[in-house]
């Protein structure tokens, strides 16, 4: 009866906010995170481990948000935001008795204290202020896979250098394995952006990206480094053309689609996102291959979408009205185009009901899918839904309970179960290899959110930055360096990560944080400059001056991220 199972990934990443402002944007996006996401799905994975369900969910972590959950200043800054919440929460309860506010609303505002103080001492209590140790505790005994991520997230079919993409991955692989105590086995690509191999040239005129050169393609980068698999989006598997075919288990022989030696079968690249493929930029599988995991477009609206979706419930948390001072949220949806005047008072024990119909309604759509596929195919299914994470708890309030649901409900599925990535590879060991288009998941899947006119300002500095730091180390050779020399360039080299984030091109976009956005970009191509410059005057003179101390640092301070960097990983291939 068996004819699948559902690969849920949720994409945890946050650009580097530590330090970087507190409200509106800045740290409270970490700590927001931290209480309604992170430590709400930490809550109902243990909690399924302990009925006996191992939840089998797989999730990505950015690096550069490790390194934020796991500084010390992010715990007790996060304390503090319990804290703080907590007593503004206190303080509407009694304003609203004060001010004869309806008896519910009254209740909701003790509700909300309680809840915010819950989630302090969960973190502290129940994950001794680690978010990713507790993580790694999961994934240790075999309940959830975690895989990584572009180290800061860059954009990697627009950045200048394959040095650039290799580093991001190199250090994504480092990072990991000091949190996790491993290898990862697989990765989510930023904004599930990929390019194959051919000859590249910058989409703005910047000398000398502009000139077509040969570029490696994104799996290849990938095999490099070890990462088996990927995910992509359904459009651009639809757009794909096949390759040929791995004839064994070890991907040791290969055969062409237009060699004598192929045989085709039946739903040879039948172009499904219920199906896994080997990604390759040419025939050429030599130089390496990545597998494919696809999102499944239709079933994922369900969740995904906040009009039409099951978020849009009108019982459910309403996101956007808030009460001011405290910025507590007291509505429910109510109507999903209604004005915020027209909102009505949410009602936690409201919820549960609306939840079973979804998830049994989702279960069904999942579950008749793969029965679909496999009586018309004979294979069994992989249905992939890719997530960000903060949909499930920041965005949807009640993610985290309909994920409980899911799991619970999937654990009985005759047809349908819950598989992490690597076990699901593992279990389907793919053979077929495509060629897949450049894109992302992004509108329109391809670059035109982080390259338009808004922000292809930003492209100009990312590649004049990386054009200097690649002068600076062709000619200055690293094991020439002094201590200092390798300190300033090394924060240097941060300081580029950080810059080339998507995040900032993405917020310039949706006009949703511009002005944080514009400022932090320009902040990171500021400190870059001048640590590179001081970096060329001490290695002339050797002399650094107090104030120069001061700044190194200080920016070393404020942008901490990655203490294991290495200036030897800015190369083409490991």
């Known amino acids: 009866m068996h004819s699948g199972n559902l690969v849920l990934i949720l994409h945890t990443h946050l650009p580097w ?10 740290e409270d996006w970490l700590t927001e995170a931290i209480a309604e996401c992170y430590i709400p799905l930490l809550n109902v994975f243990n909690e399924l481990v302990g009925d006996g369900i191992f939840p089998k969910i797989t999730l990505d972590i950015s690096p550069v948000l490790c390194e934020q959950l796991e500084h010390p200043d992010t715990k007790e800054l996060f304390i503090k935001y319990c804290d703080k919440k907590a007593e503004a929460a206190a303080e509407d309860h009694t304003n609203f008795k004060n001010w004869n506010y309806d008896p519910h609303h009254i209740y909701m505002a003790k509700w909300w204290s309680d809840w915010y103080t819950a989630r302090k001492n969960d973190f502290i209590n129940k994950y001794n202020k680690s978010v990713i140790g507790g993580l790694r505790e999961l994934q240790d005994k075999g309940a959830i896979e975690i895989m990584t991520c572009g180290a800061t997230h860059g954009y990697f079919p627009l950045l200048g250098y394959d040095k650039s993409v290799n580093l991001q991955m190199k250090a994504a692989v480092e990072n990991y394995h000091k949190h996790f105590g491993r290898k990862p086995r697989g990765t989510w690509l930023p904004e599930c952006a990929y390019r194959s191999s051919y000859e590249w040239q910058s989409l703005i005129p910047v000398a000398p990206f502009n000139q077509k050169h040969l570029r490696r393609g994104v799996e290849q980068i990938l095999a490099d480094n070890e990462i088996f698999y990927f995910v992509t989006d359904e459009d651009l598997l639809m757009r794909s053309s096949p390759i040929g075919i791995f004839k064994d288990n070890n991907k040791e022989q290969f055969v062409h689609i237009k060699s004598t030696d192929f045989t085709p079968e039946p739903w040879n690249f039948d172009k499904s996102p219920l199906n896994l493929y080997e990604v390759s930029s040419s025939e050429k599988v030599e130089y390496g291959t990545a597998v494919a995991f696809t999102r499944h477009v239709g079933i994922a609206m369900q969740v995904w979408s906040g009009s039409i979706g099951y978020p849009a419930e009108a019982d459910y ?18 109507d999903s185009k209604a004005d915020m005047m027209y909102k009505t008072l949410y009602h936690p024990d409201w919820i549960w009901d609306k939840l079973d119909l979804q998830v049994n309604h989702f279960i069904h759509q999942i579950e008749n899918t793969s029965n679909y596929y496999k009586n018309l195919t004979g294979k069994e299914g992989t249905v992939c839904l890719p997530f960000d994470t903060e949909l499930f708890g920041h965005w949807w309030f009640e993610g985290p309970e309909f994920i409980r649901k899911l799991c619970q409900g999937l654990n009985s599925s005759p047809w349908v179960n819950m598989s992490t990535a690597s076990d699901q590879l593992f279990l389907m060991k793919p053979r077929q290899t495509v060629h ?47 201590s200092t020399e390798r300190r300033i360039l090394t924060q240097a080299l941060r300081e580029l990560m950080l810059l080339q984030s998507s995040d900032w091109q993405f917020l310039i976009y949706t006009n949703s944080a511009k002005d944080y956005a514009e400022q932090r970009f320009s902040f990171h191509h500021t400190d870059f400059n001048k640590l590179c410059d001081m970096f060329l005057k001490f290695r002339i003179d050797k002399n650094l001056p107090k104030e120069s101390m001061n700044y190194l640092e200080a920016t070393e301070k404020r942008n901490s991220v990655f203490p294991e960097l290495q200036l030897e990983w800015w190369r083409e291939k490991n």
């Open 317 to 334: 948390l309403d996101f956007h009205k808030t009460h001011y001072p405290s910025r507590i949220r007291y509505w429910r949806v109510t």
């Open 17 to 26: 906010v530590l330090h970087h402002g507190t409200w509106p944007h800045g």
């Open 436 to 482: 897949l288009p450049e894109g992302s998941w992004g509108e329109n899947n391809n670059h035109d959110v982080w390259s338009n006119k808004g922000n292809n300002w930003t492209w100009q500095y990312i590649y004049d930055d990386e054009l200097k730091l690649n002068n600076i180390l062709e000619n200055n050779p690293i094991e020439e360096f002094d």
